[in-house]
T-cell receptor, first 112, second 112 residues
Framework: DVKVTQSSRYLVKRTGEKVFLECVQD?????MFWYRQDPGLGLRLIYF???????EKGDIPEGYSVSREKKERFSLILESASTNQTSMYLC???????????FGPGTRLTVT | ELKVEQNPLFLSMQEGKNYTIYCNYS?????LYWYRQDPGKSLESLFV?????AVKQEGRLMASLDTKARLSTLHITAAVHDLSATYFC????????????FGKGITLSVRP
């Protein structure tokens, strides 16, 4: 079974703090993704990566950056957290872009 | 740009009855995916539909794809409480910057 894990289930941070969300997958998948999920807006893609050190912007990259130094690990960074980044963050991975994505359990981030 | 629409956003179902939910998409989608999300949980892959006329079944759920109508349906047979969840469909167009595009999801609630 594919396993995608995320570093925290719940996180509370203050405005202006730097926040790291980490995602690890154990199936040697090429592609990894970060989404945020908000009520009424569905899932929106923030960034994805198709290889180590490679990244592509998704629909809402502003205020976020990512890092992929190892194939199994994909980090989402909020350089200076703001209250409008309070959300559920979901990481996913897939073997190829057309293959189904496997999602992690999610991190519910609250920025106060 | 691919857009995916799901209607309605919420559906109350009676146990034992059959229902169909719909997923429309705006332009060519190379594949169509269905995911399930339980409250407070992450997304779980249900089906991947690869081509026109594709039909997949798992338990009480059956998904089909009509690429000419740009429509996928998820049919529920004899609804049970365990099927209460939010169901997302997603499409993907493998052009430049291809990425999964999700609908907003349909929340199903099965009542006795």
């Amino acid at each position: 079974d594919v396993k995608v894990t995320q570093s925290s289930r719940y996180l509370v941070k203050r405005t202006g703090e730097k926040v790291f969300l980490e995602c690890v997958q154990d199936m040697d998948h090429e592609n990894m993704f970060w989404y945020r999920q908000d009520p009424g807006l569905g899932l929106r893609l923030i960034y994805f990566s198709y290889d180590v050190k490679m990244k592509e912007k998704g629909d809402i990259p502003e205020g976020y950056s990512v890092s992929r130094e190892k194939k199994e690990r994909f980090s989402l960074i909020l350089e200076s957290a703001s209250t409008n980044q309070t959300s559920m963050y979901l990481c996913a991975s897939s073997f190829g872009l057309l293959y189904e994505q496997y999602f992690g359990p999610g991190t519910r981030l609250t920025v106060t | 740009e691919l857009k995916v629409e799901q209607n309605p956003l919420f559906l109350s179902m009676q146990e034992g009855k059959n229902y169909t939910i719909y997923c429309n998409y705006s332009t060519t989608s190379d594949r169509l995916y269905w995911y399930r999300q339980d409250p407070g949980k992450s997304l779980e892959s249900l089906f991947v539909l690869l081509s026109n006329g594709a039909v997949k079944q798992e338990g009480r759920l059956m998904a089909s794809l009509d690429t000419k109508a740009r429509l996928s349906t998820l049919h529920i047979t004899a609804a049970v409480h365990d099927l209460s969840a939010t169901y997302f469909c997603a499409g993907i167009y493998t052009g430049a910057n291809s990425k999964l595009t999700f609908g907003k999801g349909i929340t199903l609630s099965v009542r006795p």
